[in-house]
């Protein structure tokens, strides 16, 4: 196994020293995630005004920001698939089973008791097993989900002349506020998490600087 | 060289000159008064034929036609003429002749009153010769003088039918406003769209007929040829699809917003993709009746025929000096700004005809725009609703054709039995001698009175719980609709996750500090 113990992750150098800090998250993938997350949020307070639950900047303002951030998301993704492919990075969404009942042991139980947590991140599997679990659903099912119901619906008046005419905007409509519910209700779960580090911020400081601070 | 003061007196001088200039050409070039219309090869003023004196309307009329030898022929083909309009879609034979509406009702026997507002002269009954060429009336459409009334020819007075004929023109807002401004018996009682406000509207009440502005008239968009008028409120045009209208490759008519600004005109592209469900209309319009005048909203002629202490007729006016009741036609009510209501519209129109059996214990629909979601055609347009209550006949359940003009009409006779038995008499239809009055509406579409662009419908005023589409079916609309199952299960499962991660962390912080304590 290894870590880095250095500062400069640039110029890591690898050590079999006792772990102390571990340089988890890149640049890139910090502002990736943080990007993402404001995208969303604006998405998720926008698209629930669009939906009419609420009047805050009005509908059209709020079709504004809405549509500009979904484009800027999408343009992010771009990079970010072609980030995840060659750097190598998606390796680590491949699921697995080991230490996965662990870890929901220690969340549903353990956690109370003080335990420690049965899983430490590492250059190779930066996530929890049911972390990893979490985010590939939300890669592969939730953001598909909506990406795909969000451009059609707003290309509603496009599905003539791509053959789509049988589709109806209701349907659409429903599924893209189903999946937002499910993003926002991810959301939630998302951002309790991160106060279950060994500190209340050590996850969110991994997130910032990307140095994951173990015990 | 000369002094400062000495060119600032220059300067002056000549301003003054050009001032003085200006006023005395625009005293001599008052273009209502002009004899030659703006770009005509001829000057009817020089016309021997012209000359008169004229002592009737039908002796201008043979002067017109010695020149324009087709004009009358023409005129015979049209609604304006006819006042018979057969539908082909429904097979329905209309027109002001045979329809009832919820304002003077019918024109049948009372035609002689109401064949004021007629492109001819002298229709007092069924006889009346629809052939004869010299009964058409030329000057309510092409008098310049603005002096020619059909109301004072009638009673005789033919002193200004010479001045007129010699300095007539092509038609403008106040000819034609001259009946379509005040249809139903009065200024603005029946569209709602179109009132004497348009004889020269500013901006704010018409973009396009703006005086100051871009100044069009009544016919710059009602496009016609050889008399025939295009746009008919019998058969709207509601969706147009031929695009802008260029030669060769047109409808000939201008009688739609699309003829000129086609279906995509707005530069952001999501607005241009709304132009497929909805009439420029319903944005453009916002409100009727935005002239100086309030439209007529309600007419209930069952509380007609109220006495005054006196015995007398009566009527009351408002603070605005509108009419709120008559003795004559019973109780009204009159708005402005008026929010109008919507429809899904295809261009069919279906009328009840006199002819037609009704169910009274509902509204009564004396027209009705069909349409819906799942047509193609359809789009949703600004209507005027008029709601009203009108005599009927109870057994028969069909509307009755009142004679309410002349001596023994209702208006002097208020005794509707023998108004409506006379009235049946003349139009030849059935009435049973039982008569009711019964709610009824009628829609009228809206598409005059174009706001300015800034002035239109914003997003939320539709794509809102309780926007104006409310009453819109068949299309889901972001923002109105929610799959209600969707929100509750959704706004649940949210709800949990949160109070669920609240009890997980309070559980953490309770366990935390017992285990430190521990």
Known sequence: MTVSTTTSPDTATVTTSKPTRVYIFKRFERFWHWAQALLIMGMALTGFEIHGTYALLGFEDAVFWHTTAAWTLIGLWVFAIFWHLTTGEWRHYIPTGEKLIAVAMFYAFGIFKGEHHPYKPTQLRKHNPLQLLAYLGFKLAMAPAIWITGILYLYYNDWAAWGLSWLDLETIATLHVAAAFALVIFLVGHVYLTTTGHTFFAHIKAMITGWDEQE | ?518
Request: charged share 25%; net charge neutral; glycine share 8%.
């Open chain 2, 1 to 518: 060289m000369k002094s400062l003061r000495e060119i600032i007196f220059h300067i002056g001088n000549s301003l003054f000159i050009a001032y003085l200039a200006l006023l005395i050409f625009s005293l001599f070039s008052n273009p209502a008064s002009a004899a030659v219309s703006k770009g005509s090869t001829a000057d009817h003023s020089k016309f021997e034929e012209l000359k008169g004196p004229f002592k009737s309307g039908p002796e201008v009329t043979k002067a017109c036609l010695k020149c324009h030898t087709e004009a009358a022929k023409q005129v015979h083909k049209t609604t304006h003429w006819t006042w018979q309009f057969k539908n082909e879609d429904t097979g329905q034979l209309l027109g002001k002749r045979n329809v009832v509406n919820n304002f003077c009702i019918s024109t049948q026997s009372n035609i002689g009153a109401c064949s004021s507002c007629h492109v001819g002269y002298g229709w007092k009954d069924k006889t009346y010769d629809f052939t004869v060429e010299e009964n058409v009336d030329c000057l309510v459409c092409h008098d310049k003088t603005g002096a020619y009334d059909k109301k004072k020819l009638r009673e005789g007075k033919t002193s200004m039918l010479a001045k007129s004929a010699q300095t007539v023109g092509r038609t403008s807002r106040t000819s034609c406003g001259a009946c379509h401004f005040k249809g139903g018996g009065g200024k603005a009682v029946k569209h709602g769209d179109l009132d004497p406000s348009m004889d020269a509207p500013d901006i704010f009440v018409d973009v396009h007929m703006d005086a100051d502005g871009l100044n069009f008239s009544c016919s710059t968009c009602h496009t016609t040829d050889a008399h025939m008028v295009t746009g008919s409120r019998y058969t709207p045009k509601a969706q147009d699809i031929s695009g802008i209208d260029v030669p060769g490759k047109s409808d000939g008519s201008r009688a739609t917003c699309v003829s000129c600004h086609g279906d995509r005109p707005m530069k952001d592209e999501k607005l241009n993709d709304h132009t497929d469900r909805i009439a420029c209309q319903t944005c453009h319009i916002p409100h009727f009746a935005r002239g100086d005048y309030p439209s007529k909203m309600v007419w209930d002629w069952s509380t007609a025929g109220k006495m005054n202490d006196k015995g007398k007729p009566f009527s009351t006016l408002d603070q605005a000096d509108n009419e709120i009741y008559s003795s004559k036609k019973g109780d009204f009510v009159w708005q402005s700004n008026v929010v109008p209501e919507y429809r899904w519209f295809n261009g069919s129109v279906e009328y009840t005809l006199p002819t037609d059996k009704f169910d009274p214990s509902k509204p009564l629909e004396i027209n009705r725009f069909k349409g819906s979601a799942d047509d193609p055609n359809s789009l949703i347009w600004p209507i005027k609703l008029m709601r009203g209550k009108q005599p009927y006949d109870t057994v028969n359940k069909t509307l009755v054709t009142p004679h309410t003009t002349g001596k023994d009409g209702y208006w002097k006779t208020f005794d509707w039995q023998s108004a409506i038995t006379k009235g049946m008499e003349i139009a030849e239809l059935p009435y049973s001698g039982q008569y009711g009055f019964v709610a009824t509406e009628m829609s009228w579409p809206i598409a005059h009175m174009v706001a300015p662009a800034k002035e239109a419908l914003g997003c939320e005023d539709c794509h809102s719980r309780d926007g104006r589409m409310t009453d819109i079916d068949g299309i889901y609309i972001p923002g109105r609709d929610a799959n209600p199952w969707l929100d509750i299960g959704g706004f649940a499962i949210l709800t949990m996750t949160v109070f669920g991660v609240g009890a997980h962390g309070a559980l953490r912080f309770f366990f935390n500090k017992r285990n430190n304590k521990a």
